[in-house]
């Protein structure tokens, strides 16, 4: 039987109210493909519409606050811990962006931890569209997440 869906077939929300709280953690990733002239654009703050990361990492820590208004059945957390980083690989033009997601909950943290990641990589995108729209946002994925009942998973 599906989670999310009651008797009538209708999507429901998924009653989490008899689980116990435990720590939550998840981590997400993704990519952005940009160009040389915008790599160095954003590493020596010349773009115009301002600092690209910090801007960018703001926009994924509120996004991670905002994901059950986003997602529809998605449940409303007491988010304890967000964190966005951002490295650069000069070589091929790409910045990765990783978010760390915690929560003291009856619920896992995933969607809250791609939804940062998502959102932080389309505001580098919205930031550097001046420059190219030729920017690629790829492989968003989880790479781990712990507590609850199926307690620990990672990527292999």
């Known amino acids: ?7 009538n077939g209708d999507a429901n929300m998924v ?5 116990n709280d435990t720590l939550r953690e998840a981590i997400a990733q993704g990519s952005i493909i940009l160009n040389e002239e915008i790599i160095k654009a954003i ?3 010349r773009n115009k519409k301002g600092d690209v990361l910090p801007t960018s990492r703001l926009a994924g820590i509120q996004a991670a606050k905002k994901t059950s208004d986003l997602i529809p059945l998605a449940h409303n957390l007491n988010l304890t811990k967000i964190e966005i980083e951002f490295s650069i690989d000069n070589k091929n033009n790409i910045i990765i962006c990783k978010s760390l997601v915690r929560c003291l909950g009856k619920t896992g943290v995933e969607m809250e931890a791609l939804t940062a990641v998502s959102v932080a990589l389309l ?5 550097c569209k001046s420059f190219s729209k030729n920017l ?3 492989e968003i994925k989880l790479l781990k997440k712990t507590g609850g009942k199926s307690d620990n998973w990672s990527k292999s």
């Open 1 to 7: 039987m599906f989670t999310h869906i009651d008797a």
């Open 15 to 19: 009653d989490v109210s008899k689980k």
């Open 43 to 45: 590493i020596d703050n």
């Open 123 to 127: 505001t580098v995108y919205d930031m």
């Open 136 to 138: 690629i946002i790829s």
